[in-house]
């Protein structure tokens, strides 16, 4: 059963500013059942995270991939194929390599259900994380072609962040929250996701997304 | 902003006065030993390279616990790799699974990336990643609210996490079957699942057998430079240096330790001597004691002259600090010591293998320098490609003519240089002369003019090369007499790493209330400045680790301040990483404005090359 089936009500609407002010998060069960927390028996500590949908501007900013290439962000997300979205830094401990694993744990079940789609990871980091960084940080997890990786001006990287309400307390890197972003196609509401999630949570978001979307999913 | 210091200082009044009530347990912690190994540590290598053997304080392994059962006997060196580079015995890549997933090979799960480098763990993100040193697997856990103090109150976190850290986890000592079993399966020895976050690796007998020896070593043996009353610190001036500023940073440093000491001694006088409801505080305030030492002579003799003094009374860190010449031989000191070196002011910071090595620095200096304006004219249109590069022969014109040609090439494998070196005025005012004579064949000149940037100027006054482009350091800037200069002063540009002018940045209004109320004099307001940032990190990194006064926890509780709201100004942004060891990485293009706030006005955006 699809989780996203279970979700009844509007696409939520956050505004120019990305705030997700009017999208309701709300615990989801990997289950199906709208239980609330999703405590899994099966491990330790239980696997939690929210998910809402939101919709976001995306900022008019030209970022720099791991070659160095300029990419336009908005062109970048203005193409018809899934997207999954995440903000991390190279030198990050603790999260960044939870959330890097679960997209590179996570490429050949996404190159299967739909042939195209693309991963991004945006350094929140911008002035430390050069290109050559972003490529060595790619390879250690096995990044593939549809995984992009990307730096940019530390105040484009800013309006990104805010633009995604990934803004981090306290303005110190340190603070930023695990977070994942899904959307099926440009006409379609984000799935935003705050939390850590298994690959297998990733891959059931994801498929629901493309479902939502009336997406052909294998 | 929350603050800790104020009760940390009147702490530290409260330790000595536990110490004098009760000098046997004072004993304890002064009695131990500096560990000799500190001393002869190689320089290379700080924290080893799978390939590379390793050195550092782990050798000889300082046991926590004795004897312990029939486990092979591990090898702390190949832990150590482990521990930081996911590198097994066998050579096979490590495995692990985390949050149930299936498992991976690879090296993304080193220890270090969570536990970090002194094993104190980290908090990020919402995510709580508990201490794992010797002496703490090794004990049966221990309720401490200390070590969570910190976590609690002075970061920002999500809902969900002070409970997180609340959580008792009450578990006996680990044993090395017991530790080894919670690496592979995930359960400590009271029976309780590890967080799913924590991966359960596939270790074999001897890999885990290594890790497990040296995390009984892991910031077991007490750093040097703190005993329960004192810590030590220490502040580095040399010859050649300006007099007027050399007082000015340590006047800065002087005022800012008397400042401490005061509020400390301060309660002194209160009754019963309490840091009223911060006393369970008590044990991590100490008075801070400065040391400053005065190198002489080339900077190759430089360590030897810092060993004495160290000999003499070893510090837990240095702090600040002003040199003429390459901080390079006091950073290799810094890197064989295992000792921070706390935001030096200098324009010559060692630039290469820099990550988790004891320097921090504010910028990568005139090596930054020569790349921003590298980047500057190989990106103008139209291009500059036929360059005159004029260096002096000293450090501070080769090292960033070096950089200016390495990062000029990346941006225009075709750019012509012309390079002319000085090691004289005779021979400046050569070059200079020549390019006026021959300025049709240049589209910029660049002139690194060293430690003669006076002469430099002078020469370029007098000969007035009509080369409509002409790159400068930011250090000429000062210096730099627009009058002299003619229409030749519209044709000047310089790499600037440091805030604008006309920027805000709240803090540094606090910063020269401060400097005023101590009564000092602000002459060199950038150099003070930084002085200050530079103290106010150990500050805060103390206010962190609280009584576990280990260096590498240090720094990371420097990493992790670097970027908390701590901003004095003198850079657009400075902030750490892990195992960040620059805190500002750009600089600004600017030129001479009259009109324009502070004289400068930016041609650039931020560039970080």
Redesign the interface.
Known sequence: MLAFATRSGPAFSAGHDGMGAMARPHHHDPGGEMAGMSD?S??????KYTAARANYTVPAVTLTDAHGRPVRLAQLLSQPRPVLVQFI?T?????C??L??TF??AQAELGRMHGDYQLISISI????D?PERLAAYAK???AGAHWMFLTG??GDVRSVMTAFDAL???????????LFYLRARPDTPWLRIEG?????DLLREYHGVLGAAGLAVR | MPKLSAFIRSAALAAVLAGLANPAAAGDISSVAVPAIHGTTPVASIHPRPSQSVTGRSEPPRPVVAKRGPSPAGDSAAGKRLYWHGATASGAPLQAAIAGDAAVAGTQFGCVNCHRPSGFGSSEGGKYVPPITGPILFSPRQLNRNRIYTKLFEEAQPAGFAADVRMPRMRPAYTDQTLADALRKGVDPAGRKLDAQMPRYALSDRDAANLIAYLKTLSAAADPGVDAAVIHFATVVSDGTDPAERAAVVSTITAFFDWMNRATHGYQSRPGFSPYHMSELASAFRHWQLHVWELHGPPATWPQQIQRQYDAQPVFAVISGLVHGPWRPLAQFCDAKHMPCVFPNTELPRTTNTDYAYSLYFSRGLTLEGEVLARYLGRRQPQADRIALVHSTDPYGTTPARAFERALKTEQADARIREFAFSDQTELNAAVRELASAAGNFDALVLLPGERVNAALTALGEWRPGIKVIGLPSDALTSVQPGKLGTLAGSLLFAYPYELPSAYHPRSFRVRQWMHAQHLDIAYPRLQFQTYYALTMAEFALDQILDDFFRDYFIEAIEHEAENNLDIGTHPTLALGPGQRFASKGAYIVRIDAAAPGGIRALSDWIVP
């Open positions: 899994m099966g491990t330790a500590a239980a696997t830094f030198s990050c401990t603790t999260i390599p939870l890097s694993t590179s744990q980091d911008p002035e430390y050069t250690r997890y096995n001006q530390a981090y307390q306290g303005s110190n890197k340190m603070y930023h929250r695990p850590f999630m298994q690959t297998a």
